[in-house]
Protein backbone atom coordinates (compact mmCIF):
# COMPACT_ATOMS: atom_id res chain seq x y z
CA UNK A 1 0.00 0.00 0.00
CA UNK A 2 2.82 2.42 1.09
CA UNK A 3 4.35 1.45 -2.28
CA UNK A 4 1.98 2.83 -4.04
CA UNK A 5 1.43 5.96 -2.71
CA UNK A 6 5.10 6.76 -2.98
CA UNK A 7 4.61 6.10 -6.82
CA UNK A 8 2.04 8.55 -6.64
CA UNK A 9 3.68 11.40 -4.46
CA UNK A 10 6.61 11.04 -6.91
CA UNK A 11 4.87 10.93 -9.99
CA UNK A 12 2.74 14.06 -9.09
CA UNK A 13 6.32 15.71 -8.44
CA UNK A 14 8.27 14.98 -11.26
CA UNK A 15 4.95 16.14 -13.59
CA UNK A 16 4.98 19.26 -11.60
CA UNK A 17 9.01 19.70 -11.88
CA UNK A 18 10.35 17.86 -14.64
CA UNK A 19 9.01 19.95 -17.25
CA UNK A 20 10.46 23.29 -15.51
CA UNK A 21 13.66 21.35 -14.97
CA UNK A 22 14.17 20.12 -18.49
CA UNK A 23 13.24 23.58 -19.74
CA UNK A 24 15.80 24.93 -17.57
CA UNK A 25 18.36 22.74 -18.81
CA UNK A 26 17.83 23.81 -22.38
CA UNK A 27 18.06 27.19 -21.49
CA UNK A 28 21.39 26.78 -19.82
CA UNK A 29 22.41 24.50 -23.42
CA UNK A 30 21.04 26.73 -25.93
CA UNK A 31 22.67 30.02 -23.92
CA UNK A 32 25.85 28.23 -24.00
CA UNK A 33 25.96 27.23 -27.60
CA UNK A 34 24.79 30.91 -28.29
CA UNK A 35 27.39 32.31 -26.23
CA UNK A 36 29.96 30.21 -28.44
CA UNK A 37 28.91 31.25 -31.66
CA UNK A 38 28.68 34.81 -30.36
CA UNK A 39 31.96 35.09 -29.23
CA UNK A 40 33.40 33.77 -32.53
CA UNK A 41 31.15 35.80 -34.46
CA UNK A 42 32.85 39.08 -32.43
CA UNK A 43 36.18 37.64 -32.54
CA UNK A 44 35.71 37.45 -36.37
CA UNK A 45 34.48 40.23 -37.42
CA UNK A 46 36.84 42.61 -35.03
CA UNK A 47 39.73 40.49 -36.79
CA UNK A 48 38.30 41.45 -40.56
CA UNK A 49 37.96 45.07 -39.40
CA UNK A 50 41.81 44.87 -38.11
CA UNK A 51 40.98 46.02 -34.61
CA UNK A 52 44.28 44.85 -32.98
CA UNK A 53 46.08 45.30 -36.23
CA UNK A 54 44.90 48.94 -35.72
CA UNK A 55 45.68 49.32 -32.47
CA UNK A 56 49.22 47.71 -33.18
CA UNK A 57 50.15 49.97 -36.44
CA UNK A 58 49.24 53.03 -34.47
CA UNK A 59 50.92 52.32 -30.82
CA UNK A 60 53.50 49.79 -31.48
CA UNK A 61 51.92 47.72 -28.88
CA UNK A 62 50.27 44.12 -28.94
CA UNK A 63 46.92 44.51 -27.39
CA UNK A 64 44.60 41.80 -27.55
CA UNK A 65 41.04 43.87 -28.11
CA UNK A 66 39.24 41.46 -30.08
CA UNK A 67 39.78 38.50 -27.79
CA UNK A 68 39.41 40.01 -24.71
CA UNK A 69 35.91 42.37 -26.61
CA UNK A 70 34.46 38.47 -27.42
CA UNK A 71 35.12 36.84 -23.87
CA UNK A 72 33.39 39.59 -22.35
CA UNK A 73 30.17 39.12 -24.70
CA UNK A 74 30.65 35.88 -23.99
CA UNK A 75 30.88 35.76 -20.05
CA UNK A 76 28.16 38.58 -19.81
CA UNK A 77 25.85 36.29 -22.25
CA UNK A 78 26.78 32.62 -20.21
CA UNK A 79 25.35 35.09 -16.65
CA UNK A 80 22.22 36.25 -18.20
CA UNK A 81 21.74 32.45 -19.42
CA UNK A 82 22.71 31.53 -15.73
CA UNK A 83 19.69 34.27 -14.26
CA UNK A 84 17.41 32.91 -17.33
CA UNK A 85 18.22 28.38 -15.75
CA UNK A 86 17.34 29.88 -12.17
CA UNK A 87 13.98 32.28 -13.25
CA UNK A 88 12.89 28.92 -15.13
CA UNK A 89 13.88 26.38 -12.39
CA UNK A 90 11.56 28.77 -9.65
CA UNK A 91 13.27 27.29 -7.22
CA UNK A 92 12.40 27.73 -3.89
CA UNK A 93 15.24 26.21 -2.12
CA UNK A 94 17.51 28.78 -3.62
CA UNK A 95 18.95 30.62 -0.85
CA UNK A 96 17.28 34.32 -0.80
CA UNK A 97 21.27 35.78 -0.66
CA UNK A 98 21.64 34.30 -4.50
CA UNK A 99 18.36 34.54 -5.31
CA UNK A 100 18.74 38.50 -4.53
CA UNK A 101 21.80 38.22 -6.37
CA UNK A 102 19.93 36.86 -9.46
CA UNK A 103 17.65 39.51 -8.76
CA UNK A 104 20.33 42.23 -9.10
CA UNK A 105 21.99 41.13 -11.94
CA UNK A 106 19.00 40.37 -14.09
CA UNK A 107 17.88 43.87 -13.07
CA UNK A 108 20.95 45.49 -14.78
CA UNK A 109 21.30 42.86 -17.70
CA UNK A 110 19.69 44.78 -20.36
CA UNK A 111 22.32 48.06 -19.09
CA UNK A 112 24.96 45.37 -20.05
CA UNK A 113 24.10 44.11 -22.96
CA UNK A 114 23.66 47.62 -24.48
CA UNK A 115 26.97 48.67 -22.88
CA UNK A 116 28.45 45.60 -24.31
CA UNK A 117 27.35 46.19 -27.54
CA UNK A 118 28.18 50.01 -27.53
CA UNK A 119 31.78 49.44 -26.50
CA UNK A 120 32.04 46.63 -29.14
CA UNK A 121 30.41 49.01 -32.00
CA UNK A 122 32.81 51.92 -30.48
CA UNK A 123 35.94 49.90 -30.67
CA UNK A 124 35.05 48.86 -34.42
CA UNK A 125 34.59 52.52 -35.21
CA UNK A 126 37.39 53.68 -33.95
CA UNK A 127 39.85 51.06 -35.27
CA UNK A 128 38.55 51.51 -38.43
CA UNK A 129 39.42 55.27 -38.07
CA UNK A 130 42.42 54.21 -36.98
CA UNK A 131 43.30 51.99 -39.67
CA UNK A 132 42.32 54.33 -42.75
CA UNK A 133 43.82 57.35 -41.40
CA UNK A 134 47.07 56.03 -39.90
CA UNK A 135 47.45 52.84 -42.85
CA UNK A 136 46.65 54.60 -45.49
CA UNK A 137 47.06 58.69 -45.17
CA UNK A 138 47.52 59.14 -49.08
CA UNK A 139 44.40 57.34 -49.68
CA UNK A 140 42.71 58.31 -47.41
CA UNK A 141 43.01 61.83 -48.69
CA UNK A 142 42.76 61.28 -52.10
CA UNK A 143 39.74 59.40 -51.03
CA UNK A 144 38.43 62.67 -49.24
CA UNK A 145 39.21 64.56 -51.84
CA UNK A 146 36.83 62.79 -54.61
CA UNK A 147 34.15 62.46 -52.07
CA UNK A 148 34.79 66.32 -51.61
CA UNK A 149 34.59 67.03 -55.68
CA UNK A 150 31.40 65.25 -56.11
CA UNK A 151 29.38 66.67 -52.96
CA UNK A 152 30.58 69.93 -54.66
CA UNK A 153 29.87 68.68 -58.25
CA UNK A 154 32.75 69.19 -59.94
CA UNK A 155 33.85 65.31 -60.49
CA UNK A 156 32.41 62.53 -62.96
CA UNK A 157 29.32 60.53 -61.73
CA UNK A 158 29.62 57.23 -61.18
Do not use: C
Amino acid sequence: MEVSKLLESLQGSLGTTLPAVIGAVAILILGWIVAIVMRAGIRKALSLVGVDRGIRSSTGREIAVENSIASGVYYLILLLVLVAFFNALKLERVSTSLQSLVDRVSAYAPQLVTLAFALTLGSVAVAVALSFGLGGREAAGRQMEHWLSRLRGEGPRK
